[in-house]
């Protein structure tokens, strides 16, 4: 924390001092137009003058103030009428254009006295000045000076106000008279007076004009009428040389056309044959150039001949020297993968042998255990088929007719069933007559199966001395009571009757 402390300590100046650079940068940045002077003062004992270009204000150290630097449009009207150097009283209306002096000296006198000012108060401010000055121009001129004579009127207004002006810091630029009246309308007296002479003199000038005019015309008459004569004469005299220079003319040029015509026809026939020599030349030539031609072809096409050959049997023996080296290359390779073959061929039969020894081996080991186990099996089903049948043997020692009963019992249904087992294959049954008491035949043959089975107890009863008869009648009343059957299960069970065993 303390070094925190120490470190914005150290740092504060130059914080300080940033914002110190930002707010004099964002709100003392200032720029001045052409038009306009900013005076900077405060921390100097001369102010800066900024004038169209920028700079910088210290804020709350420095003060900016404006001074308007543009031309300014000053009305000088009199109020009343002032009376003029020959007593006549005349109103005068003008303008003057005036500015702030470029001088130092005297752009310091416009800032104590035009400081912030718009250019209208500018312009109020100077109006007393310039209006006085001209009333006293006015006093020292007479009505037809400053009526006639209005420039020179003006500079000796500007002049006289320069003087005042220097005091204030500004320069008169201009000064125009716009009007001058006069209180009794004497200026328009005047100015009749002086449309009078101007007419005057304009009649006299006229006819003087006229007169000249006349004069000058009739001398330009006879000038054109002498020139005319003259330019006609000349004319003749031109035509006629004119036609006896053509005469002369077309006779040279006659005599020069039949010497032209018969250099031409002798220039004709020499040209002709020189024309003639140089065809026969010319075709000579052509024929020699036409045989040099079909030499130079003849020999440009041997030479592609012997070229081709050449390249042809370049190309057939550099075919033959590589389909030697690919064959050899290919019976190489072929050697090579067929090596490769019967190593991988021999490789493979070995692991095939191994891998067949190995299995002969596992099938002898497995039939040698299946042929254990087999012996084992056999031995042990024979031992238990023996341990089964002496069991049984000694079962069927102890069995007693009812055992044999109830295992008969037992078996009962299942006889039954393949008795019937017959009945429930056949499909259809077409019986034709039937008994005398009625009967269709159907119970004739649903009765086989009672029959079928009490026949079949009668067999056992005879084989093994067993009535199964008596013993479904086991469990009656009758049996129980009257002939004291009782059937327990094996190997118990007995039979007995009303007689006693």
Same mark, same amino acid.
């Given at each position: ?332 390779? +072929? !050697? &090579? ?5 019967? $190593?991988? *061929? %021999?490789? #493979?039969?070995? @692991?095939? =042998?191994? /891998? ?6 596992? +099938? !002898? &080991? ?5 042929? $254990?186990? *087999? %012996?084992? #099996?056999?031995? @042990?089903? =024979?031992? /238990? ?7 049984? !043997? ?108």
């Amino acid at each position: 924390m303390l070094k925190m402390e120490m470190l914005i300590f150290q740092l504060l100046p130059i914080i300080l001092i940033g914002l110190a650079v930002i707010l004099i940068l964002t709100q003392g940045y200032v720029k001045a137009p052409p038009d306009h002077a900013f005076i900077i003062s405060g921390l100097r004992k001369e102010p800066r003058v900024l004038i169209g270009r920028a700079g910088l204000k210290i804020p709350f150290f420095e003060q900016m103030d404006k001074l308007y630097l543009g031309q300014i449009t000053v009305d000088i009207k009199t109020d009343e009428y002032i009376p003029t150097n020959d007593f006549i009283n005349v109103m005068v209306d003008a303008v003057a254009k005036v500015r702030v002096a470029d001088e130092p000296s005297q752009m310091k006198l416009a800032m104590r006295n035009f400081l912030n000012k718009e250019p209208d108060k500018i312009a109020s401010d100077l109006q007393d000045s310039l209006q006085g000055n001209m009333r006293e121009i006015i006093g020292t001129l007479t009505l037809r000076a400053i009526n006639t004579d209005r420039d020179s009127f003006s500079d000796q207004v500007m002049e006289k106000a320069s003087k005042d002006m220097e005091k204030l810091g500004i320069d008169i630029l201009s000064c125009n008279i716009q009007n001058v009246t006069d209180e009794h309308g004497l200026i328009q007296d005047l100015g009749m007076d002086n449309t009078s002479k101007i007419r005057k003199d304009a009649s006299i000038a006229k006819a003087e004009a006229e007169r000249d005019i006349a004069i000058a015309q009739a001398a330009a008459d006879k000038a054109s009428n002498d020139a005319r004569v003259l330019a006609q004469t000349e004319i003749a005299q031109k035509n006629n040389e004119l036609a006896i220079k053509k005469a002369e003319l077309q006779k040279a040029s006659d005599t020069k056309k039949a010497e032209a015509d018969a250099a031409y026809e002798i220039q004709k026939q020499e040209q002709q044959k020189t024309i003639q020599t140089a065809t026969v030349n010319a075709q000579i030539a052509k024929a020699e150039r036409q045989a040099e031609l079909r030499k130079q072809e003849v020999a440009v096409q041997q030479q592609a001949l012997e070229a081709e050959i050449n390249k042809k049997a370049d190309a057939d023996r550099y075919a033959i020297e590589q389909a030697a080296a690919a064959d050899l290359t290919r019976r190489q390779r +072929e !050697a &090579e993968a067929k090596k490769y073959e019967q $190593e991988m *061929e %021999a490789q #493979a039969k070995k @692991a095939q =042998a191994e /891998a067949h020894k190995f299995a002969m081996i596992q +099938e !002898a &080991e497995g039939i040698r255990a299946k042929g $254990e186990a *087999e %012996a084992a #099996a056999i031995q @042990a089903k =024979a031992i /238990a088929e023996a341990e089964g049948m002496e069991k049984k !043997a000694q079962a069927y020692q102890k069995y007693n007719k009812a055992a044999m009963a109830e295992m008969m019992i037992q078996v009962l249904p299942e006889i039954a069933g393949k008795i019937a087992e017959p009945l429930s294959q056949i499909d259809k049954i077409t019986i034709i007559g039937g008994g005398s008491d009625g009967d269709n035949g159907v119970g004739a043959v649903a009765g086989n199966v009672p029959v079928v089975m009490a026949k079949l107890f009668e067999s056992v009863r005879e084989a093994t001395g067993v009535d199964l008869a008596e013993i479904m009648k086991a469990d009656t009343y009758d049996a129980k009571v009257t002939r004291n059957v009782n059937l327990t299960g094996a190997p118990d069970i007995t039979l007995g009757t009303s007689q006693e065993m």
